[in-house]
């Protein structure tokens, strides 16, 4: 019983401190979600699916302030910002309704790939173009924004690690990117969890203590993010991710064989 007991104080510990550097990438470069679901799963036992909809209830805060945090520098592009909302919602709710039916060996995959690729992605050099903004149709990111919320929500990753990869491919602005992909979290995460609710479960005490600490993280990252070197902010963010995809897709391939 007692050490049961330290174990699980030791993992919840843990969860909260993964849960604070979370927040702090997800302010910092928006990408950070995908290290939560694992965490849940591994650290604290969860089935992949109960993860997933916990994960996706936390981004609820975790954008919320993170879009006060951009907002307030200046960092936001509304008029962009609304078309991929108004598209990541009902992408975000058919991917609720995707991740019930789909095994958690499957979705671990995509998963452990993603964040694999991310990381990959993180690691490509960037050509930083601060005088041209590439404009983007609205129906372009209305679609954009469907891709991301269906693709955030079946992976409990939140939104950032969708959007951040594909606008900084489509030459928008680092920083731009970043505090687009704070505000859609808000609508993603609130349809995700509609669905959620409707075809499965959420552990919501612990998706609220996960959201104080992700919102303390953010507030931490959103500072970083304007003041720090991109590149080395990026290069450490690259390795994380390849690290945790690697993990995740090795222990898929033991559990196959």
Not at 8 to 22: F, P
Not at 147 to 167: E, K, M, Q, Y
Request: charged share 5%; aromatic share 8%.
């Amino acid at each position: 019983g007692r050490e049961n007991l330290m174990l699980s104080t030791a993992a919840m510990a843990l969860a909260g401190g993964v849960a604070i550097i979370v927040g702090v990438l997800i302010g910092a470069i928006g990408i950070g979600g995908v290290l939560l679901v694992p965490m849940l799963t591994y650290a604290l036992g969860f089935g992949i699916h109960v993860a997933i909809a916990t994960a996706m209830f936390s981004y609820l805060f975790s954008g919320a302030v993170g879009a006060i945090e951009y907002s307030r520098r200046g960092s936001i592009q509304w008029n962009m910002g609304l078309w991929l909302c108004l598209g990541g919602m009902p992408g975000a709710y058919l991917g609720a309704l995707a991740t019930w039916q789909t095994p958690g060996a499957v979705l671990e995959g995509i998963i452990g790939l993603l964040v694999f690729l991310s990381g990959l992605q993180a690691l490509r050099p960037q050509a930083e173009n601060a005088g041209t903004e590439n404009f983007l149709s609205p129906v372009f990111l209305l679609v954009i924004g469907v891709v991301t919320g269906f693709a955030s929500s079946i992976t409990g990753t939140g939104g950032p690690l969708i959007l951040v990869p594909l606008l900084i491919w489509l030459k928008v602005p680092v920083l731009t990117a970043v505090g687009l992909s704070q505000i859609i979290q808000i609508p993603i995460a609130l349809l995700a969890t509609g669905g959620n609710l409707a075809f499965g479960h959420i552990e919501f005490g612990l998706g609220l203590g996960i959201a104080v600490m992700l919102a303390a993280g953010v507030i931490v990252g959103a500072r970083v993010a304007h003041h720090v070197s991109r590149d080395t902010l990026k290069r450490f963010i690259a390795f994380a991710l390849l690290l945790v995809g690697a993990a995740m897709l090795i222990r898929i391939v033991v559990g196959l064989l």
